[in-house]
């Protein structure tokens, strides 16, 4: 059985950084791509970021370039979010997804990922 726990979200003043971590087990962790979305109250889920299997290739979403950092540890099976320079717009509730294949073919898309964590809340205040 697949799972996925994050952990690591908090509230933060605005220009705050915070780590969000994701356990993954049940599957070959290092033979699969991951990723993060997040869901703000009243808003569809949007893509955040991914990253493939062996780390050789990283996906961001627009509004998060150059802020947030996607990395993985294969021997701890786990990735995680580093997210600098945190905004409002910021605040949600944030997923991390196990991809249901072995290519991250759609790494933006929500139907690329077969497993999904409970979610964790991010609040930014202003």
């Known amino acids: 059985q697949v799972q996925v726990v994050e952990s690591g979200g908090g509230l933060v003043q605005a220009g705050g950084s915070l780590r969000l971590s994701c356990a993954a087990s049940?599957?070959?962790?290092?033979?699969?791509?991951m990723g993060w979305f997040r869901q703000a109250p009243g808003k569809e889920r949007e893509f955040v970021a991914a990253?493939?299997?062996?780390?050789?290739?990283?996906y961001y979403a627009d509004s998060v370039k150059g802020r947030f950092t996607i990395s993985r540890d294969n021997a701890k099976n786990t990735v995680y979010l580093q997210m600098n320079s945190l905004k409002p717009e910021d605040t949600a509730v944030y997923y991390c997804?196990?991809?249901?294949?072995?290519?991250?073919?759609?790494?933006?898309?929500?139907?690329?990922?077969?497993?999904w964590g409970q979610g964790t809340q991010v609040t930014v205040s202003s």
């Open positions: 997804a196990h991809d249901k294949d072995y290519d991250l073919r759609y790494p933006g898309d929500l139907n690329e990922y077969a497993y």
């Open positions: 049940g599957l070959t962790f290092s033979s699969y791509g």
């Open positions: 990253i493939s299997r062996i780390s050789s290739r990283t």
